[in-house]
């Protein structure tokens, strides 16, 4: 039937459409709602296929010819509010002295992968062997993960070709995969004092030479996805070169999905289970509605902020928040949008005595500025093929101060830190150097949650993500900024570090006026046992309390791992399109 049907689409060679009028079709047999991170993934491994039809709908444009995206260096001004961001505003956080914040996302083919800092960790194989155990499924425990890892990740020189060896444990990772992963692609003046820091400091921040092996305590080279110098995202390698002119794969941009709709738009029949077929969305901010239909199902990639968003428009959430708001209810979950998790960061900086960071030899040096793009653009090499940091680690903080453990199990860190040379700040100030850890609390007990506050679904959602709104959160931070400044005291910083630029004279003040939420967000429409009443999508990722819908993104992560959630969300992808093609379509 689906291989009758492709025969009415031309055999044309098939691209990244602008307009819909330009599509040969209107049916589909899979809709992705969302090219980003894990909707890329899916496009590709279900194109594999020749006979299934997939039509992914991406709100934002391709950034493959974005130099800001594609220059590693380039990726902290992309913390800035740009054209690849959705510009979405928290609501104030009253754990954080009631200050708003810019909650980054990617808009854009490519997603978050394509604008975020590039770390590349997987967490402990506690994070996974939790999901495993709280969705009942232990296909999503670590080792069952080891495939997926397999299938994503192609691990690559680095831009340098210095030697990597002791740098990363070759047997834990993947040269075959589709994500290109690498070591330093630059060599950091600080490189040897980290090391040391090690030796001098191996109780309590030993060498971990691959945190990616399933145990991550320690610190180790930053493994980043970047691939010959350049940032390696979604777009550019699931939709790469090889991939985009499958002539069953359609990519439409410029298209903002409002809502998915019931077959037929029809009432509810209230004995069964809604069946969600088609997808609505807009080129022109709402002028002209579109309608695009799933043969197969709509799978929602859209992220933690994009699907549930799009979910509560259509009537999938607390069936009486949405009638109050006047929403028509189309299934009771009133799961869609809460459980928001993220992480919270904070910067500690010292003033240092070397002329050699980022500062001098780039921020205030426009000749390097533009030598180092004019060597990048030739042979992506130098200064701008590397992010701005090396090395980084996870620690653990005593059980004492903690009324309930909120990591995974008891290898598992409750604290990063992520070391550069400079501040991350600009403009910089026109003198001083400055060495600088990033100070992430991994699993945090504060939630948020994701509500919409209008019928318009052009509207933004509200984000609320809750940050420091649990004390223990507090405690956990103001620990961590400890452990920070333990490392900073080791012998080899004796005549580098001068003295702490960062104020942290009231410690609690400090941190309600300086922390932020990480980006790191997952939860808004977790997964859960198949006969659970709480969750939003079950452990195979389908829309509970419905058909034809499922989710795959970092929205379906009950729990933030004790890591970025990058090489996770390319995971949970790579699982649900094996989970999708294994005849198990709603
Ligand atoms: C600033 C920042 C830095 C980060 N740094 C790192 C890092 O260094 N390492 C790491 O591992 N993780 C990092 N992360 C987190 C990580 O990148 C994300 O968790 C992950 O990429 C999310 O993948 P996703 O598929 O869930 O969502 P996304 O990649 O965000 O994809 C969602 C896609 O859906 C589209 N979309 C949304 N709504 C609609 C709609 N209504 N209609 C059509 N399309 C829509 C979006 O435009 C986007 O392309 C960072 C995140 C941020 C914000």
Known sequence: MNSLLLLFLPLCSAAIYERVADLPAQDFDYIIVGGGTAGNVLANRLTEQPDISVLVLEAGRSTVDVLTSRVPFFCTSLTQTTFLDWNFTTTPQPGLNGRTFPYLRGFGLGGCSATNVMTYTRGSSQDYDRYARLSGDDGWGWDKMQPYFQRNERFVASADHHNTTGQYDPTVHSFEGITSVSLAEYPSVLDGR????????????????????????????????VGHGTRSSSETSYLGPEYIDRVNLYVLVDSHVTRILVENDSTVDQDSEPYFDSVEFTQDAGKTIHTASARKEIILSAGVIGT??????????HGN?????????????PDVGKNLRDQVSMMVTWNVNDTQLIENVYWRNETLQEDALAEWQSNRTGFLANPPSNHLGFFRLGDELMDEESCA???????????????DVLPVPETGNYFTALVNILCPLSR?????????????????PNTLSNE?????????????????????????????????????????AQARPAGHSVGTASMSPRNAHWGVVDPDLRL??????????????????AGHTQALVYVTAERAADLIKGGKSA
Do not use: C
Request: proline fraction near 6%; aromatic fraction near 8%.
């Open 321 to 333: 928040e949405l009638s109050v708001l006047g929403i028509t209810p189309t299934v009771h979950l």
């Open 194 to 225: 980290m090391i040391q820091a090690t030796k001098e400091l191996s109780d309590e921040f030993p060498f971990n030479m691959d945190y990616n092996s399933g145990y991550h305590l320690g610190i180790g080279w930053h493994q980043k996805t």
């Open 448 to 464: 948020g949650n994701i509500t919409i506050n209008s019928t318009n679904p052009l509207s933004p959602p509200v984000i609320n």
């Open 544 to 561: 509970k309390q419905a058909r034809g819908v499922r989710v795959v993104d970092a929205s379906v992560l009950p729990y933030v791992p």
């Open 472 to 512: 223990q959160d507090v405690v956990l931070m103001k620990h961590a900024i400890g452990g920070a400044q333990r490392f900073a005291a080791a012998p080899v910083w004796a005549d580098y570090i001068l003295e702490l630029y960062t104020d942290l004279s009231d410690l609690e003040g400090s941190i309600r």
């Open 308 to 317: 549930p968003h799009i979910l509560l428009n259509s009537g999938v959430g």
């Open 409 to 423: 199990g008891n290898q598992t860190g409750h604290y990063e830190l992520i070391f550069g040379g400079g501040l």
